[in-house]
């Protein structure tokens, strides 16, 4: 499976941006699926995931900014992310993974979301 993820760009402090991730085949059989983010000189850190069952979780710092959601019939994890704060750029990484029968753990190539004060 390949991950494309799009959507970052450059944008000022509360503006918007919604991030995609579109994998090259079926993903509605996975366990999880995230966006992480890595900023300079950081560790990459989870900002957002769904499980299979549609629990959603977010980090402190973006509650209530950002909401993450799938559409299983386009193959695709989303991340709407409103209210951008400077601290929240970074590259964006999609992750989906499955850890029961037929594991996998695929990682997107990273979008760059830069936020001007």
């Known amino acids: 499976v390949q991950l494309q993820a799009s959507g970052g760009g450059s944008v000022q402090a509360g503006g918007s941006l919604r991030l995609s991730c579109t994998a090259s085949r079926s993903i509605s059989g996975s366990t999880l699926m995230g966006w992480y983010r890595q900023a300079p000189g950081k560790q990459r850190e989870l900002v957002a995931s769904?499980?299979?069952?549609?629990?959603?979780k977010y980090s402190d710092s973006v509650e209530g900014r950002f909401t993450i959601s799938t559409d299983f019939a386009k193959n695709t994890v989303y991340l709407q992310m409103d209210s951008l704060e400077p601290e929240d750029t970074a590259v964006y990484y999609c992750?989906?993974?499955?850890?029961?029968?037929?594991?996998?753990?695929?990682w997107g190539q990273g979008t760059l979301v830069t936020v001007s004060s």
């Open positions: 992750n989906v993974r499955r850890t029961i029968v037929s594991r996998y753990d695929y």
């Open positions: 769904i499980s299979s069952g549609g629990t959603k």
